[in-house]
Protein backbone atom coordinates (compact mmCIF):
# COMPACT_ATOMS: atom_id res chain seq x y z
CA UNK A 1 0.00 0.00 0.00
CA UNK A 2 0.96 3.49 -1.11
CA UNK A 3 2.70 5.41 1.85
CA UNK A 4 3.00 8.84 -0.14
CA UNK A 5 1.41 10.46 -2.21
CA UNK A 6 3.19 12.40 -5.11
CA UNK A 7 1.41 15.13 -7.40
CA UNK A 8 3.01 15.76 -10.66
CA UNK A 9 1.63 18.65 -13.11
CA UNK A 10 0.84 17.65 -16.24
CA UNK A 11 2.72 21.25 -18.09
CA UNK A 12 5.77 21.94 -19.82
CA UNK A 13 7.88 19.88 -16.79
CA UNK A 14 6.48 16.82 -16.43
CA UNK A 15 8.73 15.38 -18.90
CA UNK A 16 11.74 16.80 -17.38
CA UNK A 17 10.32 15.87 -13.67
CA UNK A 18 9.52 11.94 -14.56
CA UNK A 19 13.12 11.90 -15.80
CA UNK A 20 14.88 13.31 -12.67
CA UNK A 21 12.42 11.04 -10.15
CA UNK A 22 13.71 8.27 -12.49
CA UNK A 23 17.57 9.41 -12.01
CA UNK A 24 16.89 8.91 -8.57
CA UNK A 25 15.16 5.61 -8.84
CA UNK A 26 11.72 6.32 -8.67
CA UNK A 27 10.25 4.71 -11.32
CA UNK A 28 6.50 4.67 -12.72
CA UNK A 29 6.06 1.77 -14.82
CA UNK A 30 2.61 2.67 -16.34
CA UNK A 31 4.04 5.93 -17.23
CA UNK A 32 4.49 7.07 -20.68
CA UNK A 33 3.46 9.86 -23.13
CA UNK A 34 0.44 7.99 -24.78
CA UNK A 35 -1.26 6.89 -21.03
CA UNK A 36 -3.93 8.72 -20.02
CA UNK A 37 -4.13 7.00 -16.68
CA UNK A 38 -3.99 10.20 -13.52
CA UNK A 39 -3.22 7.46 -10.66
CA UNK A 40 -0.31 5.26 -10.74
CA UNK A 41 1.94 3.48 -8.38
CA UNK A 42 6.18 3.22 -8.35
CA UNK A 43 7.60 0.13 -8.74
CA UNK A 44 7.51 -0.92 -5.01
CA UNK A 45 4.24 0.44 -4.44
CA UNK A 46 5.51 2.93 -2.10
CA UNK A 47 4.67 6.12 -3.71
CA UNK A 48 1.21 6.83 -5.59
CA UNK A 49 1.71 9.62 -8.12
CA UNK A 50 -0.71 11.92 -9.36
CA UNK A 51 -1.08 13.85 -12.66
CA UNK A 52 -2.97 16.93 -12.01
CA UNK A 53 -3.43 20.35 -13.71
CA UNK A 54 -0.60 22.92 -13.41
CA UNK A 55 -2.71 25.86 -11.34
CA UNK A 56 -4.38 23.31 -8.85
CA UNK A 57 -1.16 21.07 -8.10
CA UNK A 58 -0.40 23.93 -4.96
CA UNK A 59 -3.96 23.42 -3.55
CA UNK A 60 -3.27 19.27 -3.44
CA UNK A 61 -0.52 19.78 -2.11
CA UNK A 62 -1.65 22.58 0.65
CA UNK A 63 -4.81 20.38 1.64
CA UNK A 64 -3.15 17.29 2.06
CA UNK A 65 -4.61 15.35 -1.28
CA UNK A 66 -0.96 14.91 -1.85
CA UNK A 67 2.21 14.74 0.11
CA UNK A 68 4.75 16.09 -2.64
CA UNK A 69 4.33 18.04 -5.72
CA UNK A 70 6.65 19.40 -8.46
CA UNK A 71 5.51 22.72 -9.55
CA UNK A 72 7.26 25.63 -10.84
CA UNK A 73 8.87 28.75 -9.21
CA UNK A 74 5.91 31.22 -10.82
CA UNK A 75 3.49 29.11 -9.53
CA UNK A 76 4.33 29.26 -6.30
CA UNK A 77 5.23 32.93 -5.88
CA UNK A 78 1.65 33.55 -7.73
CA UNK A 79 -0.41 31.29 -5.43
CA UNK A 80 1.22 31.54 -2.50
CA UNK A 81 0.50 27.89 -0.96
CA UNK A 82 0.93 27.40 2.76
CA UNK A 83 3.13 24.77 1.87
CA UNK A 84 6.95 24.27 2.65
CA UNK A 85 9.42 24.54 -0.72
CA UNK A 86 12.30 22.22 0.12
CA UNK A 87 13.99 21.62 -3.16
CA UNK A 88 15.38 23.81 -6.25
CA UNK A 89 15.10 20.69 -8.87
CA UNK A 90 17.24 23.08 -11.18
CA UNK A 91 14.89 21.68 -14.07
CA UNK A 92 12.43 23.77 -16.26
CA UNK A 93 14.79 26.93 -15.98
CA UNK A 94 12.95 29.98 -17.74
CA UNK A 95 12.49 33.82 -16.49
CA UNK A 96 9.42 35.49 -16.03
CA UNK A 97 9.65 38.82 -17.56
CA UNK A 98 7.31 41.89 -19.48
CA UNK A 99 7.03 41.77 -22.86
CA UNK A 100 5.99 43.84 -25.71
CA UNK A 101 6.76 46.19 -28.68
CA UNK A 102 10.68 47.36 -29.28
CA UNK A 103 11.11 50.48 -27.68
CA UNK A 104 8.47 50.57 -25.75
CA UNK A 105 8.25 52.61 -22.46
CA UNK A 106 6.71 51.44 -19.66
CA UNK A 107 6.18 54.69 -17.96
CA UNK A 108 3.91 57.07 -19.97
CA UNK A 109 2.04 59.30 -17.34
CA UNK A 110 -1.12 56.66 -17.76
CA UNK A 111 -2.06 53.38 -16.22
CA UNK A 112 -0.31 50.55 -18.12
CA UNK A 113 -2.70 48.09 -19.12
CA UNK A 114 -1.10 44.00 -18.54
CA UNK A 115 -2.23 41.24 -19.51
CA UNK A 116 -0.94 37.93 -17.80
CA UNK A 117 -1.70 34.87 -16.56
CA UNK A 118 0.26 36.17 -13.32
CA UNK A 119 -2.09 38.88 -12.01
CA UNK A 120 -0.30 38.75 -8.15
CA UNK A 121 3.26 38.61 -9.70
CA UNK A 122 2.85 41.75 -12.17
CA UNK A 123 0.80 43.88 -9.25
CA UNK A 124 3.60 43.15 -7.28
CA UNK A 125 6.44 43.81 -9.88
CA UNK A 126 4.99 47.34 -10.69
CA UNK A 127 4.31 48.09 -7.19
CA UNK A 128 7.66 48.08 -6.53
CA UNK A 129 8.53 50.23 -9.80
CA UNK A 130 5.15 52.75 -8.71
CA UNK A 131 3.83 51.88 -11.82
CA UNK A 132 0.41 52.26 -11.97
CA UNK A 133 -1.88 49.18 -14.01
CA UNK A 134 -4.51 47.60 -15.17
CA UNK A 135 -4.21 43.62 -15.12
CA UNK A 136 -6.23 41.33 -17.31
CA UNK A 137 -6.02 37.88 -16.23
CA UNK A 138 -5.80 35.52 -19.42
CA UNK A 139 -5.48 31.87 -19.60
CA UNK A 140 -3.19 31.35 -22.73
CA UNK A 141 -1.91 32.49 -25.86
CA UNK A 142 -0.83 35.81 -23.91
CA UNK A 143 0.85 37.14 -26.58
CA UNK A 144 -1.83 37.71 -28.56
CA UNK A 145 -3.24 40.96 -26.28
CA UNK A 146 -0.38 43.39 -27.31
CA UNK A 147 -0.85 42.47 -31.16
CA UNK A 148 -4.72 43.26 -31.25
CA UNK A 149 -4.88 46.33 -28.81
CA UNK A 150 -6.17 44.34 -25.47
CA UNK A 151 -3.50 45.41 -23.65
CA UNK A 152 0.08 47.75 -23.47
CA UNK A 153 2.37 44.73 -22.43
CA UNK A 154 2.20 41.26 -20.96
CA UNK A 155 3.82 39.54 -17.97
CA UNK A 156 4.26 36.04 -19.03
CA UNK A 157 6.99 33.12 -18.85
CA UNK A 158 10.11 33.07 -21.24
CA UNK A 159 11.94 30.06 -22.11
CA UNK A 160 13.33 30.56 -25.57
CA UNK A 161 11.72 34.09 -26.44
CA UNK A 162 11.20 32.36 -30.07
CA UNK A 163 7.22 32.72 -29.49
CA UNK A 164 7.79 36.40 -28.99
CA UNK A 165 10.00 37.11 -31.74
CA UNK A 166 7.89 35.82 -33.93
CA UNK A 167 4.75 37.81 -33.15
CA UNK A 168 6.75 41.43 -33.10
CA UNK A 169 7.56 41.02 -29.12
CA UNK A 170 10.43 41.63 -27.01
CA UNK A 171 11.59 41.33 -23.24
CA UNK A 172 11.45 44.75 -21.82
CA UNK A 173 12.13 43.36 -18.17
CA UNK A 174 13.20 40.72 -16.43
CA UNK A 175 11.37 40.05 -13.43
CA UNK A 176 12.43 36.44 -12.17
CA UNK A 177 14.16 33.35 -12.87
CA UNK A 178 12.20 29.78 -12.22
CA UNK A 179 12.65 26.89 -12.35
CA UNK A 180 11.00 23.55 -10.32
CA UNK A 181 10.53 23.15 -6.79
CA UNK A 182 9.48 20.20 -4.58
CA UNK A 183 7.10 21.18 -2.31
CA UNK A 184 5.45 19.46 0.49
CA UNK A 185 2.50 19.26 2.73
CA UNK A 186 3.31 20.72 6.32
CA UNK A 187 1.17 18.27 7.62
CA UNK A 188 2.69 15.53 6.10
CA UNK A 189 6.29 16.63 6.96
CA UNK A 190 5.44 16.28 10.56
CA UNK A 191 4.10 12.54 10.32
CA UNK A 192 5.66 11.10 6.97
CA UNK A 193 8.69 12.61 7.93
CA UNK A 194 11.08 9.67 7.38
CA UNK A 195 9.43 8.96 4.20
CA UNK A 196 9.73 11.99 2.94
CA UNK A 197 13.14 12.73 3.69
CA UNK A 198 14.20 9.63 1.95
CA UNK A 199 12.69 10.80 -0.98
CA UNK A 200 14.07 14.30 -0.99
CA UNK A 201 17.74 12.65 -0.32
CA UNK A 202 16.98 10.39 -3.39
CA UNK A 203 16.01 13.91 -5.42
CA UNK A 204 18.73 15.62 -4.24
CA UNK A 205 21.15 12.85 -5.30
CA UNK A 206 20.12 12.33 -8.27
CA UNK A 207 20.73 16.45 -8.90
CA UNK A 208 24.95 16.25 -8.05
Do not use: W
Request: with cysteine; aromatic share 4%; hydrophobic share 45%.
Amino acid sequence: MSSLTLAIATGRTAKQAMALLEKAGITFPDFHNKSRKLVMLDETEAIKLILVKTADLPTYVEKGAADIGIIGKDIIMEEQPDIYELVDLQIGKCKVAVAGFPNQALQNGSPLTVATKYPFITKSYFDEKGIRVETIKLNGSIELAPLIGLSDVIVDIVETGTTLKENGLVVLDEIMDISARLIVNKASFATKTVEIEQVINQVKAALE
